[in-house]
């Protein structure tokens, strides 16, 4: 049983970290990308990923990189590439 809390709490960890980076990044696409919200989950998966690849693959490896890079990455250029309509003429 102590295995299980111990997953849960360090998931949540990752979780909160992800979203502390997630938020501000957040903040700062919102003014240029149209579904920005989505960057905040796509932002606590990379990490959640990341956790999980330092748990299999022994610690700090350039696994647990890519993954982050995989995920977060992909979901900028997707998000990147559906921006805001210019607003007014010019």
């Known amino acids: 049983m102590t295995g299980w809390h111990w997953t849960w ?8 970290y ?13 003014k240029r990308v ?7 989950p796509f932002s606590v ?13 022994g610690g700090a490896s350039g696994e647990d990189s890519l993954l982050y890079g995989v995920v ?3 979901g900028l250029v997707w998000l990147v ?5 210019a607003s007014g003429p010019g």
Not at 18 to 30: A, D, H, I, Y
């Open 18 to 30: 992800g979203l502390s980076l997630g938020l501000p990044q957040w903040w700062v696409l919102r």
């Open 81 to 85: 590439q559906a921006r805001r309509p």
């Open 45 to 57: 998966i990379g990490w959640e990923l990341t956790g999980v690849a330092w748990i299999s693959f």
């Open 9 to 16: 709490g360090y998931g949540s960890a990752l979780a909160v």
């Open 34 to 40: 149209r579904r920005a919200g989505l960057w905040i």
């Open 72 to 74: 977060t990455g992909l």
